[in-house]
């Protein structure tokens, strides 16, 4: 694989900054204490760290609530802070993707209250602004995520203004062409600062129906919890207006084009979208990197759902995005995602199963033993596309449990006390056990650290050569050893529930690759006659044709010319 396509099959772990390491003694972590750190991402085996955001902000939704694009909060350091990160996670082989929120920004962000301030002026449509109805009531249904009308009264301008999100994060009209050329230039001040690429929060919500039409009333038969709990009147819309919108195909090629001019040199840089979409995440995923001319990568809330990942829902995940990938590419196009290595116009998912904004998946899926969580990996990091880890996943912590007087999370404040929000799995990392706080720092941290997140602290771990952690490592060696698992075809195989099997495949190399999802001994027919492969810490064999997989245990075999 060339520099040209490193984000390819890459495995990007997510730092929460706020609770990575604190450095300075504030309770809060910061931009010097994830360079502190550095290492172990390093030593885990990750391709790319990927920052939250650390940006000029009041804090109403923790840095999604930007007031300041192109400034680093004081709260989490200073420039010098961001680019010695940078440089130290280059010196250690690591690309730096940052999180850039494009969608909305805060109210207290020069670029509103200037538009508020009036319905003339350079800026005045720079945000979604709609009068009112004759009775005074909203514009239309639209509904925000985090609960209650996506629409706000503003007593200056006498209209409303529309935010997805807190009344706090008003929407930018992306209709407006000096709106996306000014978020172009935000994208264009970070490229030049040295950053390998973007996560894009919330790309799918660019861009609404200019006509302000309803959203029409989804069939209750099709809701689901993918992107909002099922608590949360947000799941009865269909969202065919207010997001998704067919207009922001055109703004990613601008926004590719951009990354490509800075990729000239062979140095690559690489967008990662985040889909919020419940009904077609998958054709979404597969709209926005299809063609190798918009996103390179997206990643949707399907495994990041509280749905268990059951063998019958892996295989129809599987399914769902190969079918989509197909569909972006054209009739004919077979249900591969990319036929081969390289050929850069396929669809590429990237895979999470868990990230700062869902419950952590061995609480959520009720999988919490430790053979449970290493086959989870194994499955994980075996599917074709690019990964992301989320901080403490490879200590196999579970969701923090806080009281009602800990939360601080604006979204479980509000739907309180059936969605508890998203603090649970924000919580402090434990780094060293007999450290105050665990070693995450001096002072009483910002969230408390869960009293059950300290026994699996990193250094209890790395003694440990059983450990969590060290499965982890052993996984991800076990992926860069044979880029088939990261870059390779995948080819659904015939196996009986709870297995799941598939085989990768590049160029002259397959593997075959099977997991046994539950607590009984599994034997199957092999599909093909593939010999045993070592490092991966799992104890499935083939014999006589026959594949058998202990609980929840896993095989890999190549064929022969591969077999180690």
Request: aromatic content about 10%; charged content about 25%; overall charge negative.
């Amino acid at each position: 694989m060339t520099d040209a396509e490193w984000w390819r099959g890459a495995v990007i772990y997510e730092v929460y900054v706020r609770s990575f390491q604190d450095s300075d003694g504030n309770g809060i972590g910061d931009l010097a204490g994830v360079r502190a750190r550095l290492n172990h991402v390093a030593e885990l085996g990750a391709d790319a760290v990927w920052l939250t955001p650390f940006y000029r902000s009041p804090m109403k939704d923790f840095g999604y609530d930007v007031s300041g694009f192109t400034e680093v909060d004081p709260m989490f350091g200073a420039d010098a802070d961001f680019d010695a990160l940078v440089e130290e996670a280059h010196a250690l082989g690591l690309k730096v993707i940052i999180d850039l929120v494009l969608s909305h920004t805060s109210d207290q962000h020069p670029w509103f209250v200037e538009s508020r301030s009036g319905r003339e002026g350079p800026r005045a449509d720079w945000y979604v602004w709609a009068d009112a109805k004759a009775d005074g009531t909203a514009p239309n249904n639209w509904l925000s995520i985090f609960g209650g009308p996506a629409w706000e009264w503003d007593t200056t301008r006498q209209q409303y203004y529309m935010h997805n999100f807190l009344a706090a994060q008003p929407d930018l009209n992306f209709h407006e062409p000096e709106v996306q050329d000014a978020v172009l230039g935000v994208a264009r001040r970070w490229l030049e600062r040295g950053v390998d690429g973007f996560r894009l929060d919330t790309v799918n919500f660019y861009f609404h129906d200019p006509a302000l039409t309803d959203n029409p009333v989804l069939d209750p038969a099709l809701r689901n919890a993918n992107t909002a709990p099922s608590e949360n009147p947000y799941n009865w819309q269909e969202h065919l207006h207010d997001k998704t919108r067919p207009e922001n195909l055109a703004f990613l090629r601008r926004l590719r084009a951009l990354l490509d001019e800075f990729g000239a040199g062979g140095r690559a840089r690489a967008t990662l979208g985040e889909v919020g979409e419940s009904q077609r995440g998958s054709e979404v995923m597969a709209d926005y990197t299809a063609g190798g001319d918009k996103l390179h990568m997206c990643y949707d809330f399907a495994f990041l759902a509280p749905d268990p990942p059951d063998a019958a829902r892996v295989k129809t995940i599987i399914a769902g995005v190969q079918h989509a990938a197909a569909d972006a590419r054209g009739p004919g196009a077979g249900t591969g995602i990319e036929t081969e290595t390289g050929t850069g116009g396929g669809a590429w998912p990237c895979w999470a199963f868990s990230n700062h904004d869902t419950v952590r998946h061995p609480s959520r899926w009720k999988m919490h033993e430790p053979e449970q969580i290493r086959l989870l990996a194994a499955l994980l990091l075996s599917l074709r596309g690019s990964v992301c880890l989320y901080q403490g996943e490879e200590l196999g912590l579970g969701e923090a449990h806080l009281p009602y007087e800990d939360i601080r999370d604006p979204y479980g404040l509000r739907l309180w006390p059936q969605f508890k929000g998203r603090d649970g799995c924000r919580t402090p990392m434990p780094w060293v056990h007999d450290a105050p706080h665990a070693g995450f720092s001096d002072a009483r941290p910002w969230l408390p650290l869960a009293p059950e997140h300290v026994a699996h602290a990193v250094d209890v771990q790395e003694a440990d050569p059983a450990s969590v952690l060290h499965a982890y490592r052993r996984l991800l060696a076990f992926r860069r050893a044979h880029p088939a698992l990261a870059r390779g075809r995948l080819e659904m195989e015939e196996a009986p529930d709870p297995v799941v099997a598939f085989t990768r495949a590049e160029g002259n190399s397959r593997i075959l690759c099977a997991f046994n999802l539950s607590p009984e001994t599994r034997a199957l027919r092999a599909p093909w006659d593939a010999h045993g492969l070592n490092g991966h810490g799992f104890s499935g064999r083939l014999i006589d044709g026959s594949l058998r997989l202990g609980p929840w245990d896993a095989y890999f075999g190549a064929e022969a010319p591969e077999a180690a």
